[in-house]
């Protein structure tokens, strides 16, 4: 699966229950407004199904990761791994 980075998102208010509905057990939420989402879809295909590109849901940056590193608490390296593991 790919994995997707959601943030700098303006109205995290309204985008948090559409990331629960549209990716049920495929996202992790970072910070307040910032998640991780597991899809096999593109960057543009993830903004449409959070209706970012219309601007109905506020603006986010949304981009796949191609690797990582940091510091970070040790769930979200677990999801990271398990995630970027699991097919479709």
């Given at each position: 699966?790919?994995?997707?980075?959601?943030?700098?998102?303006?109205?995290?208010?309204?985008?948090?229950?559409?990331?629960?509905a549209e990716f049920p057990g495929n996202f992790l939420k970072v910070d307040e407004d910032e998640w991780l989402i597991s899809a096999q879809l593109t960057a543009q295909e993830v903004s449409?199904?959070?209706?970012?590109?219309?601007g109905e849901n506020g603006s986010a940056i949304i981009f796949k990761m191609s690797n990582y590193f940091g510091r970070a608490p040790s769930d979200v390296w677990d999801w990271i791994k398990t995630k970027s593991e699991e097919d479709n």
């Open positions: 699966m790919s994995i997707f980075v959601v943030f700098r998102v303006t109205k995290p208010e309204i985008l948090a229950p559409i990331v629960e449409e199904r959070l209706k970012i590109p219309g």
